[in-house]
């Protein structure tokens, strides 16, 4: 080999381990700025690992009648988590929530209110059958309330037309009686 050839392979030798030198700091330095950086998890993922927790929670939270509750974390969980399916999910359970017959903190138009949202955001939800079935029992719910209510209504009309009839022969039996009551005085006043 020449001094010539064995100075330029040197040098390129030399070029290469720089080059190499480069690619390894800039590669150290790209991974040590993704240390301070948290990857971003997969929203759906993060969802599916807090659903059931948060189900869990809120059904407790049903169960001892604190209906309300219930309904605002499942609230906060379709809120934090608006695209995933457990938001549907948290729709559902909401509804459904809604419809018991022990809360007393939500009506049947407030659970069809929340049906209709979820059959509008999720037309192809896996839930839209069950829901459509629930939707159509509480509109039946809610028409019967409806007649209970005027019947009741129309009771308490009767019950007080009653009263008031009642009332009325009460006044007239008082009077007839103190009419008969001066008849009775001045016919003995009359008589020797």
Known sequence: MT?????????????VVRAGLVVVVLASLGS???IGRRRPEVPTAAAWREWPVTLDRARRLAAGGAYARADSLLAGFEH??????????SRYWRALLMLDP????????DAIAMIDRYLATAPA????????LLRRTATLLQALRGEAQASKTAQEADAKARAEELQKLREELARTQAELERVRK?????TP
Do not use: D, H, Y
């Open 3 to 15: 001094a010539r050839t064995s100075g330029g392979a040197s040098r390129l030798r030399a070029r």
């Open 125 to 132: 939800g896996a839930r839209r059958g069950e829901l459509e």
């Open 102 to 109: 022990s809360n007393t903190q939500a009506s049947t138009a």
């Open 32 to 34: 040590t700025a993704c």
């Open 186 to 190: 001045r016919v003995i006043r009359r």
């Open 80 to 89: 934090s988590w608006t695209t995933s399916p457990e938001a549907e999910e």
